[in-house]
């Protein structure tokens, strides 16, 4: 029984990394349709990049990042 609950985790462990990379792969590194190019594919992961590291700075572009998730959660 251990050994299947483990082949399990595994199993899931790697199905969540093959999306992540399949994400990575899609979103950032494949090129976009016209009329974008290879600048705004940098362009792009810099957004990414940015948005990441500073989320206070997009909450007047998206207010719904202001609200608490935890409240919603629990009610």
């Not at 999306?19 to 090129?31: D, N, T």
């Not at 594919?41 to 007047?60: D, L, S, T, W, Y």
Request: hydrophobic letters at 55%; proline letters at 5%; aromatic letters at 12%.
């Amino acid at each position: 029984m251990l050994n299947f609950l483990l082949s399990i985790l595994c199993a899931s462990g790697a199905l969540i990394t093959l999306l992540g990379a399949y994400l990575f792969i899609k979103v950032l590194i494949m090129p976009n349709a016209a009329p974008a190019d290879r600048t705004n594919r940098i362009n792009h992961i810099r957004v990414v990049f940015f948005a990441i590291q500073h989320p206070e700075k997009f909450i007047e572009l998206y207010p719904w990042l202001a609200y608490d998730e935890l409240e919603n959660v629990s009610k």
